[in-house]
């Protein structure tokens, strides 16, 4: 029975790759067997013996996740800049009663991200803007882009070569990174400018850690340590799949599943 797309049932990412893996194998889309890799060592979620290589994604809302970076996060200074503030956190969760590290937490991790959009203006320089469509770029050059839609009930692939931040950095576009709603938060969004045209292409930068605060805390938390990271996110995939050619396949219970083209 080909993979049914359940909205009411939460998919992990994980196991969101094995479920378009098996739906894509049975349906033939390549001709051959679609294998799962994952893990931290591989670039690509999945791959066929004809070379074909793919980046497989949950689209639930308005935003799918492009990658996570720690590397890039130390590199810039996020790493050494929060490092003073977990310390001190540190030291001071150890005389807050245990009953009130919950609510003692939560405004820590409010003010850690005030710091943190407060930095940004630093650290959101145009060679790192560049640097981070670059690594983008070259991180998924060549693959598919599988997309499961979970509300529709569909899934769209599109070679990533069409995504609009590859068409316009070959055309001589260059990033910057700004501050779409002239808010203070910790994300910020990448504009392709040249010439005095700016194109939204939809690509927002987080500024975050992965675990948070609580590791610190009597909560109890399985992570034992917090890391500073940079999240790529596509804003309006709607907007994105408008915009390059795709193949189309409706989730279904039959086992006959036919694409739109």
Known sequence: MSYKNDGSVHHGGVQNEKDMCAFLTEIDHYGCELVHRGGTKQVQDADTKNGDEATIKKWEGATHDW???????????????????????????????????????????????????????????????????????????????IINEIKEKKVHIYKFDQHPAVVYYNKGYKPVIISKSGKKKC???????????????????????????????????????????IKLQQDNVKNILSKVTKVCYPVVDETNVYPDW
């Open 67 to 145: 990658y996570n970076s720690s590397p890039l996060a130390r590199e810039v200074g996020l790493s050494d800049r929060i490092q003073p503030f977990i310390k001190k956190f540190k030291k001071e969760i150890a005389n807050i009663p245990a009953d009130e590290h919950y609510t003692y937490r939560k405004e820590q991790e409010e003010k850690l991200r005030e710091f943190i959009a407060d930095s940004l203006d630093e650290l959101c320089t145009d060679a790192f803007a560049d640097k981070f469509v670059r690594e983008f770029i070259n991180h998924s050059k060549g693959m598919d882009v």
């Open 187 to 229: 994300s910020r969004n990448i504009f392709m400018v040249k010439d005095g045209d700016k194109v939204d292409i939809g690509l927002r930068v987080r500024f975050v850690t992965n675990n948070g605060l609580k590791p610190f805390t009597k909560e109890g938390s399985t992570n034992k340590s917090t890391t500073a990271t």
